[in-house]
């Protein structure tokens, strides 16, 4: 039984920081390539940040700077630490964890930024 569960959004001003967290269940955590992904509506879902199993990370060009992406293996969690949050980064953060043709992807969890 595979399972990612996301946790830690909800409502944050301009400016403000949010801590998101995904914990993993039913795979070998420490193998996998983990992502944050984000999904506004009317928009594609896309790539937030990666975390390779040997722990590269990448960003996209819109976060870099102001969010941080880590894992912590021995609790087979993946976090994202998100500051000087912009009203555009509202959105469904989800959780990716790959690992060859294996991926799957948690139910999401909503961060709204807004005055």
């Known amino acids: 039984q595979v399972q990612l569960v996301e946790s830690g959004g909800g409502l944050v001003r301009p400016g403000g920081s949010l801590r998101l967290s995904c914990l993993a269940s039913g795979i070998s955590f420490s193998l996998h390539d983990m992502g944050w992904y984000r999904q506004a509506p009317g928009k594609q879902r896309e790539l937030v940040a990666t975390?390779?199993?040997?722990?590269?990370?990448d960003y996209a060009d819109s976060v870099k700077g102001r969010f941080t992406i880590s894992r912590d293996n021995d609790k087979k969690m993946l976090y994202v630490q998100m500051n000087s949050l912009k009203a555009e980064d509202t959105a469904v953060y989800y959780c990716n964890a790959k690992r060859g043709s294996f991926d799957a992807w948690g139910q999401g969890t909503q961060v709204t930024v807004s005055s």
């Open positions: 975390i390779t199993s040997g722990r590269v990370t």
